[in-house]
């Protein structure tokens, strides 16, 4: 079965929720159905070349293959091997996702919709095909190309323009939760910064992957999508390049949000002369054997509690971190970033305590009281640096809020971002 739709890119999402009210007479019938539907709704000028294969199982029913080439999509019974991303779901949630009833990022995070493969992948199959009239949301896929490097970024939303970084080794689905929890009041644009994701991967030769590098690409993506005065939200690693974005583009930054945010580390002092000397990221050439289990268990530690995440959501991370793993080019990235912030100078003008106190524009830190990667102590440094920033550190938190604690952390940030919109 195919399908051809002209017009524009974009696909809409239901309200969250628990889904339908009503009770299937005959769901596989409407499961059927559901795929003659999905072929119908295809956007061609979304795929925009994409040439990728989605498996979907659905409880009861067999296995379909959803195939997207250029501008055609090709639904076939059975199961592909090749398959980039599998969704698998109860007949209700599929129809549901289907139809745009239900969002489809709050169901994988709810652990209704489970995914293995390719979640960046998996998050962009929804935005494939056009809104059906229950759809109340607009998601894109956006494509923008700054200085030879092309950045894919997952935008929704209507309002002050929100960027989302995420850290080291991750991606924009990092931030998955906050996106679908802010949509609703700001247009928010959750990037896959170069290097990761899926996009470009320059070699890390010259000043590729410092920090000054990436806050130059994110102020480029502004200027490019015309953001003017965007709120910057980074986790870790993003948080790091969102104060960078700050300090050397002030008039294009609203506020600046660090979630567990990259910092000075005083623990790397005496190894930042060696990594300034090596040219330790090529050792990313050469294989990284990982387990699933030690991954699972690396992400794991990323949470104080980690039962407050859907346990499948642990195995989904974990497959996407050893696909990822497998590309010598993601590999060079992440060890030239983490370099790159070992490698920070600790005293001199330039160094990341003195350059802190010349940020004029807004900040909130949220530090977390059980990070194990950037240490609550931290926070007392930024408050005396910048007293009139808003540092807080959250009791029993691990290092990446936005997912242990998405409603605290939504609330949190809109909240913020309303003070600093009310003070202009």
């Known amino acids: 079965m195919t399908a051809h739709r002209p017009g524009g890119g974009e696909m809409r999402l239901g309200a969250r929720g628990t889904g339908r009210a009503d009770v299937l007479d005959d769901p596989l019938d409407d499961v059927r159905a559901s795929f003659l539907r999905l072929a119908e709704r295809f956007h061609p000028e979304e795929a925009r070349g994409l040439d990728a294969t989605f498996v979907i199982e659905v409880d009861g029913h067999h296995p379909m293959t959803v195939h997207v080439r250029g501008n055609r999509c090709l639904v076939s019974p059975g199961s592909s091997r090749v398959a980039g991303a599998s969704l698998v779901a109860s007949p209700a949630t599929w129809v549901d996702l289907v139809e745009g009833r239900v969002d489809g990022i709050a169901a994988f995070l709810a652990g209704r919709l489970k995914i293995t493969g390719d979640l960046n992948l998996a998050a962009r199959f929804e935005t494939l095909f056009r809104p059906t009239e229950h759809a109340a949301r607009v998601v894109r896929t956006r494509e923008t190309t700054i200085r030879g490097a092309r950045i894919e970024s997952t935008v929704a939303g209507r309002g002050t323009p929100v960027v989302l970084l995420h850290g080291l080794g991750a991606t924009k689905v990092s931030f998955l939760p906050t996106l679908d929890g802010l949509a609703d009041r700001y247009e928010v644009h959750a990037l896959d910064l170069p290097g990761f994701g899926k996009s470009s991967k320059p070699l890390p030769t010259g000043r ?76 990313g050439l050469m294989p990284a054997p990982m387990s699933r289990t030690m991954i699972e268990g690396l992400v794991r530690d990323l949470f104080y509690d980690p039962s407050r995440v859907p346990a499948a959501n642990y195995e989904a991370a974990a497959n996407d971190v050893l696909l990822a793993m497998r590309d010598p080019a993601h590999r060079l990235a992440l060890l030239a970033c983490a370099r790159r912030l070992g490698s920070e100078r600790a005293r001199g003008k330039r160094a990341y305590w003195h350059r802190l106190a010349e940020l004029a524009t807004p900040s909130f830190w949220i530090f977390g009281t059980h990070d194990r990667l950037v240490s609550s102590r931290y926070a007392a440094r930024v408050e005396r640096i910048l007293p009139a920033a808003q540092v807080e550190v959250w009791s029993e938190m691990g290092h990446v809020p936005q997912f242990e604690a998405p409603e605290r952390t939504n609330t949190s940030l809109s909240t913020w971002f309303a003070g600093v919109d009310a003070g202009r």
Not at 234 to 250: D, F, K, Q, V, W
């Open 208 to 283: 590729r992957y410092s920090m000054g590098w990436f806050a130059d690409a994110v102020h480029g993506y502004l200027v490019a999508n015309d953001l003017q005065d965007a709120h910057l939200v980074g986790n870790s690693m993003g948080g790091r390049i969102a104060l960078e974005t700050a300090l050397r583009h002030p008039g294009s930054v609203r506020s600046v949000v660090g979630l567990g945010p990259a910092v000075g580390f005083d623990e790397y002092r005496l190894l930042g002369p060696l990594l300034r000397l090596t040219q330790s990221q090529w050792v």
